[in-house]
């Protein structure tokens, strides 16, 4: 007997250790038009959490331990559902079907060519009028322990802003206790097309956005980037960083060299909003990019399996936009790094190819790993 109620004491305890991070389902208010929106949320026992809503499957918040242990979100965001609608600002939202721009908001497949809508000057930005980051996406499944995650869908109509096929597309965030949270992207398509899925998530790792990030340190293991036309969209070259405020294979403060006048490419983009190329093998997951705050001593790896991420710092931001905790987000106060094929690679055959075929899988898998020092 005594025996009995030993195992079964040991039992619970093992169960609990196995299964200490939880996925918890619930509620997200509605939007202006009645739709309910749901969120879940991602909680490990190092207090870390990350929720995840279905309105663009998009990462509404990361709560993230500083070095004192103070738990803080790291990520802009609204509090309000209908806020990602109208006040649209890309703010942690799942990108589709091709995240960052194709030029002159066309291209070219298999001899047609696909028009869609200019929303960014003469080019197509982020999937069009209403990309994924504007749909409501199916949550599939919600598992808790050992690890915690959620899987949801999006099933994007064939033609849906001008793009070929059908495109079944899923997105899963798991966190684990390591405090790693991954997202994994997937496609499959009914017809040949071409898709780009990304995170676009705002980080400040000062936390709950209470200084900008002039001051992070940022690492970027790339050895080259993609310079672009004053439209933004890459002009071809894989330009060296060595010798260019475009170099971060060492750690460098983020403003330290963004007002730099002279150099062209800054001033197009008004600070950094590039393709870098990641060394090492596209497929691989390897290391991309090391972010530091050194005042709250947070530090954010990047781990991604795409050829290229874009590292943008918020440079478009205008004080317009009035995010979670009531404040106002100004151009420097994030930094986004998002995992992806390079940008206008449709039109662009020396690029890493972003067709999707029917029977292949697409994916796109990236990892957030916070750490301390
Ligand atoms: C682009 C920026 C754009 C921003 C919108 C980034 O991925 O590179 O040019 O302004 O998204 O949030």
Not at 95 to 120: E, H, P, Q
Not at 125 to 134: C, E, N, V, Y
Not at 193 to 207: C, E, I, K, M, R
Request: hydrophobic share 35%.
């Amino acid at each position: 007997m005594k025996t009995a109620r030993l195992a079964a004491a040991c039992l619970t305890l093992f169960t609990t250790a196995a299964n200490a991070a939880t996925a918890t389902r619930g509620e997200f208010g509605a939007l202006a038009d009645g739709t309910k929106i749901e969120a879940v949320t991602l909680a490990n026992d190092k207090g870390m959490s990350a929720r995840i809503i279905t309105l663009g499957a998009t990462l509404q918040a990361v709560i993230v331990p500083d070095k004192n242990g103070r738990k803080e979100d790291v990520t802009l965001g609204y509090d309000k559902a209908q806020d990602y609608l109208t006040r649209p600002n890309y703010f942690g939202v799942s990108v589709g079907r091709y995240a960052n721009r194709i030029a002159k908001a066309s291209f070219v497949l298999d001899g047609k060519t696909y028009k869609l809508a200019a929303n960014d000057g003469p080019n197509s930005l982020h999937g069009g009028t209403r990309g994924f980051d504007k749909r409501v996406w199916t949550i599939e499944n919600v598992t808790s322990g050992p690890d915690a995650r959620v899987t949801l869908s999006y099933i994007s109509a064939d033609g849906e802003e001008g793009f070929p096929g059908q495109l079944r597309a899923t997105v899963t965030y798991t966190l684990n206790e390591q405090n790693e949270l991954q997202v994994d992207y997937g496609a499959t398509t009914s017809k040949p097309t071409v898709v780009n899925l990304t995170n676009h998530a705002y980080f400040n790792l000062s936390g709950n956005a209470a200084r900008d990030v002039m001051g992070h340190l940022v690492t970027l293991k790339a050895e080259r980037f993609t310079p672009v036309d004053p439209t933004l969209i890459p002009t071809g070259e894989r330009r060296p960083v060595a010798g260019t405020p475009f170099d971060f294979r060492k750690p460098t403060a983020i403003g330290a060299r963004i007002r730099d006048a002279s150099n062209a490419q800054l001033r197009i983009g008004r600070g950094y909003d590039h393709n870098f190329i990641v060394d090492g093998k596209a497929g691989d997951m390897r290391t991309a990019a090391i972010v530091e705050d050194p005042v709250s001593g947070r530090v954010m790896e990047v781990r991604a399996t795409a050829p290229g991420i874009q590292f943008y710092t918020g440079n478009f931001m205008d004080g317009t936009y009035f995010g979670k905790n009531n404040r106002a987000y100004r151009q420097g106060d994030a930094l986004c790094l998002e995992p992806g094929t390079f940008p206008n690679a449709p039109n662009n055959p020396g690029f890493p190819s972003a067709r999707l075929n029917p029977g292949q899988a697409y994916f796109n898998s990236m990892v957030f790993a916070f750490r301390t020092r």
